[in-house]
């Protein structure tokens, strides 16, 4: 398949890309316009695809890995996609899958590490859902990304140099995100617990009523 082609499965609806998007309460619908999706930004290892789903069981909603959907589009795993047509090709169908998976309503997205990187991305995240930023500490992505070897950007074999520089360059950009929580060397539970108090408080009622856990900083 050529890079045009690929890209273009990827997309698998037509990019809205310049229209305006919906207002919350048209994606919402009915009583829950509240409730807007969940995006989880951050980088490889922050654990946002396990709290994504712990966090859209506790609420209802639907759980989207667009890394998962990414390849499920393209018919090719995210390291061929890398590896036969380049970075600039899988971030141009990551953008067009985000994109068409924030027209569902209520779900809870985890993203690719640099999805959030993208202007593009980052503003139509901003319209259709809350962002929340999952922050991890260099030593506990470290150990996770070590138990993985299918991460394209960390195959150059130095492991915490490349983490290293990811977090200077795109930390500046994550904290542009709605929410900030830490993810620590334990339970993901715990992480669920920091986003549930950090969201409004119909999301709370969501996922069963008040939550008990460490507050969240809002940034």
Known sequence: MSTTDTVSAMAASPDRAGLPAAAPSDVAGGDQAALRSLVLVGLMGAGKSSVGRRLAARLGFDFLDADVEIEKAAGATIPEIFTEHGETAFR????????????????????????????????????????????????????????????????????????????????????????????????????????????????????????????????
């Open 92 to 219: 141009d169908g990551e953008r067009k899958v985000i994109a068409r998976l924030l027209e569902q309503p209520r779900i809870v997205l985890a993203t690719g590490g640099g999805a959030y990187m993208n202007a593009e991305t980052r503003a139509r995240i901003r319209e259709r859902s809350y962002s929340i930023w999952i922050k991890a500490a260099l030593d506990v992505l470290v150990k996770r990304c070590a138990r993985r070897s299918n991460r394209p950007l960390l195959a150059n074999g130095d492991l915490r140099g490349t983490l290293d520089r990811l977090m200077r360059e795109r930390y500046p950009v994550y904290a542009e995100a709605d929410f900030t929580v830490t993810s620590i060397d334990g339970p993901h539970e715990a992480v669920v617990e920091q986003i549930l108090q950090a969201l409004p408080e119909a999301y709370r009622q969501a996922a069963g009523g008040p939550t008990a856990g460490a507050p969240a900083s809002n940034e």
